[in-house]
């Protein structure tokens, strides 16, 4: 009898216990239409490269080398004023940087970074990436024309 019921609870232990790994912690699957919902909250901003923005810079074409120490400049000075609310790679308070010249035109960037407070209020790209940000506006780090210009050619190496 003691075998019987030995041989009994083995049986059910091993079948509870298998060779499944067990998990760990909390796990949530996604169904496919919060998979897609995620996967379109990318930027809803038009790309336009055409508007050049509202500000000091009429015309800005990049030369075919990246100068290197703009470069150097403006990282310093985009990691002074800028990292706050801008990553490379990632949306933070405002968007990411990495491909910036894909979605506007070089002197959109400019003009934003010289001319945030107008360009937020007249520009219809400012102003829908007001909205789509939560309305959390540029501050105007009142940047020289030069230190905007090294921050532009420091996020062409981004």
Not at 130 to 143: A, G, R
Request: charged fraction near 30%.
């Amino acid at each position: 009898m003691k075998k019987v019921i030995l041989v009994a609870l083995a049986s059910v232990f091993v079948a509870c216990g298998g060779s499944e790994e067990k998990k760990k912690g909390f796990e949530y699957n996604r169904t496919k239409a919060e998979q897609k919902k995620s996967t379109s909250q990318k930027s809803t901003t038009p790309i336009d490269l055409s508007n050049k923005g509202i500000g000091p810079i009429k015309d800005l074409t990049f030369d075919k080398n990246i100068d290197q120490e703009l470069v150097t400049k403006g990282a310093s000075t985009f990691k002074q004023k800028c990292t706050a609310c801008h990553k490379a790679n990632k949306k933070l308070i405002g968007p990411a940087m990495k491909g910036i010249y894909e979605r506007r035109s070089p002197e959109w960037v400019m003009n934003i970074m010289l001319n945030p407070t107008e360009m937020l209020k007249n520009d219809p790209i400012a102003i829908a990436l007001l909205k789509e940000y939560n309305n959390i506006k540029m501050i105007n780090q009142n940047l020289t024309e030069d230190e905007a210009r090294s921050i532009a050619e420091y996020m062409r190496t981004l």
